[in-house]
């Protein structure tokens, strides 16, 4: 959203400077003046808190790798190392495993506010498409995170996952066991395959970073939904973000930042598996192979169909159709708060990714399969059927006139003066 620059270099070398590279002046118009809606709840804190986690990430995975060894006998030792002999070992490995659970939480919180309020409609359809290449490239680096600690749960779950490049057998007759025996640089999960998950597991947290810029980049261009879903009719539907938002953001952070430290100071590993404590053994499988939480989800649906093959399709499905979802909602309604029918379909799919992640960590049997094909069922038709369906016939409730209108409300009209809002004082 393009607004004109206040920015006023002050001294000579402010001046000098922002004649030739104006640093100061984008940082100022972009970050401090830049114009946002003016009814922004807590729920749009969560961008801010996701780049933080991200130079948590960062900075910590950086100082664990001067320590770490990335061999396949040298490896669970060196994470033992560096929690017992390193210098805050403890605190740096602890805040780097904990700190990617509360990134994908923070993720998926982002996510579902981005589907509730409209956010990937038109003109945000790139900003939608980069955020999910950024959810992508999370699960892909996460999962490489996770296997370098080399233990018995990490070490089997990297075996069953590059494994699934197999089901491409049935496609290409040897193409899928090519493709995996590249993978792990030999015939097994080894120390070939460990150093290249610890390769990319390093260069992938810089590709997020920047793809993070551009995400930044298209929101400041586009500018802010917000949760009426109206565009931005007048400049006093805005407000500058500093003050308003940077404090607002600010308190969410401290807030976050201090469940992230009850977590990795009182409850490092409750969300850990104990049988990754036990050193990677080739030779003995666990009774039951889990994935870390964030994962669930899309483990779910995979064991969900027992074609291996199409197992796979539908978990790469369930991610790249995220990809098409503003071309799916045919909805000229951005925010669901408007939408009284199609609200009701999108917290069942909530339930339903809540329910996917319970049932992905249970024994695929039972009555635990006649649930799961349920939940895949609606998960995927709630993107092909619901979002399609429900924006043709549905009829949204009557939108406000403008952002003001509901937080300043109604414009007053006097017969002394023309129309005008009520200001922030009056209401």
Not at 127 to 151: D, E, H, S
Not at 186 to 206: C, E, I
Not at 276 to 287: G, K, S, V
Not at 353 to 382: D, H, K, M, N
Request: charged share 10%; with cysteine; aromatic share 16%.
């Amino acid at each position: 959203m393009a607004h004109s620059s206040t920015y006023e270099p002050k001294t000579r070398l402010e001046r000098w400077l922002d004649s030739r590279l104006p640093v100061a002046r984008l940082m100022h118009d972009q970050f401090l003046t830049f114009p946002t809606p003016r009814n922004l709840n807590y729920w749009w804190t969560f961008g801010g808190i996701l780049t933080f986690m991200l130079g948590v990430q960062i900075v910590t995975g950086v100082v664990l790798a001067m320590h770490y060894v990335p061999t396949e006998h040298g490896a669970f030792d060196s994470v033992e190392k560096i929690m017992r002999d390193v210098n805050w070992g403890w605190l740096l490995r602890y805040t780097h495993t904990v700190g990617a659970s509360m990134f994908f939480l923070a993720a998926y919180i982002h996510t579902f506010r981005s589907l509730y309020y409209g956010s990937y409609k038109a003109p945000r359809e790139v900003l939608w498409i980069l955020g999910v290449l950024i959810l992508l490239l999370m699960i892909a680096t996460a999962f490489m995170g996770y296997a370098l600690v080399w233990g018995q749960m990490s070490f089997w779950a990297v075996t069953v996952i590059t494994n699934l490049f197999s089901s491409l057998d049935a496609v290409i007759p040897g193409l899928g066991t090519k493709i995996v025996q590249w993978i792990w640089g030999g015939f097994a999960v080894g120390g070939p395959t460990l150093n290249r998950l610890y390769s990319l597991h390093y260069l992938f947290p810089f590709i997020i970073a920047g793809v993070v810029v551009l995400h930044i980049w298209a929101l400041h261009i586009t500018g802010s939904n917000n949760p009426t879903g109206i565009d931005v009719k007048s400049p006093r539907d805005t407000v500058p973000f500093r003050p308003y938002y940077t404090i607002k953001d600010g308190f969410a952070l401290v807030a976050f930042i201090l469940l992230f430290a009850a977590m990795v100071f009182y409850a490092p590993n409750f969300l850990g598996h104990p049988e990754n404590y036990i050193p990677a053994n080739p030779l003995q499988t666990p009774l039951h192979i889990v994935p870390e939480w964030y994962f669930l989800p899309f483990y779910a649906i995979l064991r969900a169909i027992p074609n291996k093959l199409f197992g796979v399709i539908a978990l790469l499905s369930s991610i790249s159709i995220l990809f098409f979802v503003p071309w799916l909602d045919t909805s000229k309604v951005r925010s669901t708060r408007y939408r009284p029918v199609y609200k009701w379909f999108f917290w069942l799919f909530v339930i339903t990714c809540v329910a996917l992640g319970y049932l992905g960590s249970q024994p695929p049997e039972g009555w635990y399969l006649i649930f799961v094909r349920a939940f895949t069922a609606y998960y995927f038709a709630f993107f092909l059927l619901v979002m399609p369906v429900v924006g043709l016939i549905e009829r949204p409730r009557r939108l406000p006139g403008s952002i003001t209108e509901p937080v300043l409300g109604p414009v007053v009209k006097t017969p002394a003066q023309p129309a005008r809002s009520l200001s922030p004082e009056v209401v």
